[in-house]
């Protein structure tokens, strides 16, 4: 899974290949600033972005995934809910 530090956020995005279907399915997971070195403080769990959307490459999957971490990161610092 790989990880970016986008301003204070760390993201953790991957590709997961879906077990029924054809394709890959793109995860994320947002953990925000922590005084704990040791602990991540997550504030958006790993869930699965786009479930209406199959992917046909896990690079696909991944970068879908990393540019809804970017609009995210993006809102949160302008003090806006992501859409």
């Known amino acids: 899974m790989p990880d970016k530090l986008i301003g204070v956020y760390n993201v ?3 590709a997961v290949p879906l077990p029924d ?3 890959w ?3 994320l997971t947002i953990a925000g600033p922590s005084a704990n070195p040791m602990h991540r403080n997550i ?3 790993d869930h699965r ?3 209406d959307k199959i992917f046909s490459s896990s690079e696909e999957a991944e970068q ?3 540019h809804v971490a970017e609009q995210m990161v ?3 610092q302008e003090g806006r ?3």
């Open 74 to 76: 993006q809102a949160a």
């Open 49 to 51: 972005i786009s479930p």
């Open 21 to 23: 279907e054809q394709g």
């Open 12 to 14: 953790s995005y991957s």
């Open 25 to 27: 399915a793109a995860h």
């Open 81 to 83: 809910a992501h859409d």
């Open 64 to 66: 879908a995934a990393l």
């Open 43 to 45: 504030v958006y769990p």
